[in-house]
Nanobody, 123 residues
Framework: QVQLAELGGGLLQAGGPLRLSCAASGRTITGHNMGWFRQAPGKEREFVAAIRGSSEITHYRDSVKGRFTISRDNAKNTVYLQMNSLNAEDTAVYYC????????????????WGQGTQVTVSS
């Protein structure tokens, strides 16, 4: 079992940066794909970014490319999501997830989920 806990959410103005962290416990995240997803009110949970467990290969949804960066520190068992140039459309609850599979953007490939952290961007 892997327990995940997201930190770093908050309220900020458009254009600002924010870094989310996801601390894992119970098992090492080494070898797991790690992903960030988000869910806005009234919408389905959607893929944001992921980093492969066996390499540093990353994948992003188009709307965050160039603004968001996912990274991992296996020694700290932690994954990060650096978000820059935030806008109101980024407002959502952000979830960290751990899993496996070739298609990192698929929600069904993730077995473990955090509770989520709210990010609210005011325009």
């Amino acid at each position: 079992q892997v327990q995940l806990a997201e930190l770093g959410g908050g309220l900020l103005q458009a254009g600002g940066p924010l870094r989310l962290s996801c601390a894992a416990s119970g098992r090492t995240i080494t070898g797991h794909n790690m992903g960030w997803f988000r869910q806005a009110p009234g919408k389905e949970r959607e893929f944001v970014a992921a980093i492969r467990g066996s390499s540093e290969i990353t994948h992003y949804r188009d709307s965050v490319k160039g603004r968001f960066t996912i990274s991992r520190d296996n020694a700290k068992n932690t994954v990060y999501l650096q978000m820059n140039s935030l806008n109101a459309e980024d407002t959502a609850v952000y979830y960290c997830a751990a899993g496996g599979g070739a298609l990192m953007y698929l929600i069904d490939t993730y077995n473990y989920w955090g509770q989520g952290t709210q990010v609210t961007v005011s325009s």
